[in-house]
């Protein structure tokens, strides 16, 4: 069964920074794309940037670039994002996603929560 499993979430404020991890399990993820997605109150899910499995490539959203870092560590299946200098606008439950192609495989996302 595969499963994405995202922790590091939590309460921070503006200026601050938190590390998400998102552990995938299932099958190998390797050469797969990983990345972010958020979703805040009342708002559509949005795209957050993603990595593809040669780790070549890495793509951000512009609200993020600049301030956002992702990684991946494939040994370990799991796929790393670094916040730094949040901003309330940030706050949002982010969801891992995985897929060969396009993104199959979702997590059940980790709230992020930026004050003022």
């Known amino acids: 069964q595969v499963q994405l499993v995202e922790s590091g979430g939590g309460l921070v404020q503006a200026g601050g920074s938190l590390r998400l991890s998102c552990a995938a399990s299932g099958r190998t993820f390797s050469n797969d794309r990983m990345g972010w997605f958020r979703q805040a109150p009342g708002k559509e899910r949005e795209y957050v940037c993603s990595?593809?499995?040669?780790?070549?490539?890495?793509y951000y959203a512009g609200s993020v670039k600049g301030r956002f870092t992702l990684s991946r560590d494939n040994a370990k299946n799991t796929v790393y994002l670094q916040m730094d200098s949040l901003k309330p606008e940030d706050t949002a439950v982010y969801y891992c996603?995985?897929?060969?192609?396009?993104?199959?495989?979702w997590g059940q996302g980790t709230q992020v929560t930026v004050t003022s």
């Open positions: 996603a995985a897929g060969p192609g396009t993104f199959r495989y």
């Open positions: 990595i593809d499995g040669s780790e070549s490539t890495i």
